[in-house]
């Protein structure tokens, strides 16, 4: 069955370093999603891209973030200079068309010291 | 705005069913969710119901919908220890990109 895969699994970083969080999202899907869930707390939006635009972002998705579809498998999602606010799970999602099921990745979990 | 609710816990005895809640507040969601969460893990998709929908089972999982009301349940039939997780409601909202919403999520934890 096809799958959104996520890597790497557990980034640690210092704070102020730039990260890189990647996904592969399911190969004839259109419309990306990244979400974060900080440890214990409910998962939340950040960003949707489609057609290589962001269609919609939250007040989470600020300067620091930046969304990149480099080739056509890759989607990511960079983080300019963490903060250790920034430490928590990323999820990234795919879905084929604007309203049908999204299939979200395993998530990276990002700890920022 | 966009809010969905969900109570924080639930304690069901093994073999009892399972009624997780939820509201939410955008009227034209196109398709509502329930996702499962296990400890360190990531989501995972359980079900969905389309906003035109009253109901839909699916093996021991039964989703209701009061569009009216704007309440979702997931119902589990016979729980078992492996339901043992959280559980996210989520709605897909009617904007452009259909961004997805999440509830504070259930956690769901088995007695003997």
New interface residues.
């Given amino acids: 069955e096809p799958e959104v895969t996520q890597t790497p699994s557990h980034q640690v970083t210092q704070m102020g370093q730039e990260v890189i969080l990647r996904c592969v999202p399911i190969s004839n899907h259109l ?1 990306f ?1 990244w ?1 974060r869930q900080i440890l214990g ?5 950040l960003v ?3 057609n290589n635009e962001i ?2 972002k939250s007040e989470i998705f600020d300067d620091q973030f930046s969304v990149e579809r480099p080739d056509g498998s890759n989607f990511t999602l960079k983080i300019r200079s963490t903060k250790l606010e920034d430490s928590a799970m990323y ?1 990234c ?1 795919s ?1 084929e068309q ?2 049908t ?7 990276t979990r990002l700890t920022v010291v | 705005g966009e809010d969905v609710e969900q109570s924080l816990f639930l304690s069901v005895r093994e073999g009892d069913s399972s009624v997780i809640n939820c509201t939410y507040t955008d009227s034209s969601s ?2 509502l ?1 329930w ?1 499962k969460q296990e400890p360190g ?5 359980l079900t ?1 119901i389309f906003s035109n929908m009253d109901m839909k089972q699916d093996q021991r999982l039964t989703v209701l919908l009061n569009k009216k009301d704007k309440h979702l349940s997931l119902r589990i039939a016979d729980t078992q220890t492996g339901d043992s997780a959280i559980y ?1 409601c ?1 709605e ?1 909202m009617g ?11 259930t956690r769901l934890s088995i007695r003997p």
Avoid: M, P, W
């Avoid at chain 1, 099921?101 to 998530?107: D, I, L």
């Avoid at chain 2, 893990?41 to 998709?45: T, Y």
């Fill in positions: 419309y999603y979400y707390q409910k998962v939340e939006f949707s891209f489609y269609s919609e999820f999602a879905r604007v309203n099921e999204a299939f979200f990745g395993q998530g | 196109t398709y969710y996702y893990a990531g989501l995972q998709l969905y996210f989520a897909s904007s452009s990109a259909s961004k997805i919403i999440f509830g504070s999520g």
